[in-house]
């Protein structure tokens, strides 16, 4: 109803809309149109009134709601269903429960300020209120478990299509950093739920440091934290971040679904930072860290290395790149 | 607390054991042993009682109690915790509640009768009450996602093994159908939910066929279906096939977290009847039926068939043997 209302407001450009012209069109009372006005006021919108001419809107907030989200946004599957929120504790959180509980596939749940989001392996991801997009997607797609791992690269190289609509060039860290001079600008945390021969669902947590100046991240980040604003050197708008990156995540899925990954994985190459250089390899489950040169990614999206002794493959872990 | 007063009776061998005693070794009055004794006799224990000479252990249960199947189970992590139900919807769904709960390792859901069973892709899966082994362990293992699929294939070889202890000649469809005459005895499946760079939890649900005459069975599962029973030509003890299974999953996770799965591979492939048939396979992920013969299974427990067009990898899916 209020995005109804809002998109009502918007079609009359900067002209006034009467109260009674939104209330016929809606088929509710003058008072109604009136108590959603009150409402969209409370979160941001600004809209000024007048007894005879009704009501026009002077500004919207940068809120990532899903009335905002939603005008225009051309997607397929995600993004049809937004669940918003100011504060949670977790996005991936509330989207695994949805997920259970049955969400359709391309759910997206939003937050304005997380207050227990993790990074992968439980570290903590800072991010302050309005000025970074923190969201899990839902995705129930009928490929098999066994190519559940390579969304998490899919995931990056949607980040880095949406970057390149703002003119911001990509520079990905393997698996899936998006990386600003060394400096981290976006997290990822894909988790999954699945039986042996069916992905229950995946819900990817995507944290974008959007418009933080390198003085706010606390002492310990600024040297390995970046964002989208001083990358760009300018404020980025939230909402329209965040809608081109549904609608390149909702490109990109579509293709994984019917043809698979060979050319997302290809893209991925396109973009990445790591291959031909030489890499420290922290492997994920308490192997020791060892020194390599990244040599490709593998159809699984793993990394492959050649070691000293040889090639091997690194299916999960951290590396740091050494030259 | 019941544990003991059942271990002490049974320390008595077919003696009586004072009230007193029992009161004493626990510290706590005559009568809350009296009100022990008497929630004992309610789940099915057998204890006589005289005012003078105190309690007798008459009969044990063939219930699956903890008390029961923790007496002398030899295993160092699989079922020190258990979780005990006469009746549940699904013990897979308990399971994963717990181990979201921070369950530990090794944690396992029993129950006597399952609602809402499901077997893998949602099939229904048939149990009366008291006559199978419904159970659920929770795995929370160090290694990485990628080896997860290994579980379902170590499962079989787990109840292979307890079978061997019965004098049961086991034979493993692939993935993990344990068979009798071509029959079903026991149906697995397996849950998991990780990051992609560690397994939160994997949920191993175990239903197997002990007790069950073949006319029981429903007139859709009679040639489908098997059990313990008619393939050892007389009852079989549901407790001490339980803790043979608990013992022999405890080994082979042992192994599995310490070596790797190459020495379970291999003993999948002793006691696998698939392997060098002809089959048909149905892939999970909706495509087409097809004809191969198989060849073997790769490091991944993966499928590895010939078909007329070469040699292809069949990752999850249902495969029926033609000779």
């Excluded at 031909?276 to 159809?299: Q, T, W």
Aim: aromatic share 8%.
């Amino acid at each position: 109803m209020r995005k109804t209302i809002v998109d009502f407001l918007k079609s009359g450009k900067d002209k006034f809309v009467s109260g009674e012209e939104i209330a016929k069109k809606l088929g509710v009372s003058r008072a109604a149109v009136w108590k959603h006005i009150q409402e969209l006021r409370k979160t941001g919108y600004k809209i000024s009134s007048s007894e005879h001419n009704g009501y026009q809107l002077q500004e919207v907030p940068d809120l990532l709601m899903p009335a905002e989200i939603q005008t225009e946004l051309k997607t397929e599957i995600i993004g049809k269903n937004i669940s918003y929120h100011i504060t949670t504790d977790s996005t991936n959180r509330i989207a695994k429960e949805l997920a259970g509980d049955g969400a359709a596939d391309g759910t997206v749940v939003i937050s304005e300020e997380q207050t227990g989001g993790k990074g992968r392996l439980g570290r903590s991801f800072f991010s302050p209120k309005y000025k970074s997009i923190l969201m899990s997607i839902i995705l129930k797609p009928k490929f098999l478990p066994h190519d559940a791992p390579k969304c998490t690269l899919m995931t990056a190289v949607a980040v880095a299509n949406a970057m390149i609509r703002f003119n911001l060039k990509p520079a990905i860290k393997w698996p899936n950093d998006l990386l600003f001079n060394g400096r981290k600008i976006v997290g990822i945390l894909t988790e999954i739920s699945a039986e042996m021969s069916r992905i229950n669902y995946i819900v990817i947590g995507i944290g974008i440091n959007v418009n933080i100046d390198r003085e706010e991240f606390p002492d310990d980040l600024q040297d390995i934290a970046a964002s989208l604003s001083e990358m760009k050197g300018e404020t980025v708008s939230r909402i329209d971040f965040l809608k081109a990156l549904l609608e390149e995540f909702d490109k990109i899925y579509i293709e994984a679904c019917h043809n698979g990954f060979d050319n997302i994985l290809n893209q991925w190459r396109k973009y990445n930072i790591t291959l031909g250089k030489k890499i420290r390899v922290l492997p994920a489950g308490g192997d020791e860290e060892f020194a390599a040169v990244a040599e490709d990614i593998d159809s699984e999206g793993a990394l492959i290395v050649r070691t000293e002794k040889g090639r091997e493959k690194v299916y999960a872990g951290d590396v740091s790149i050494r030259g």
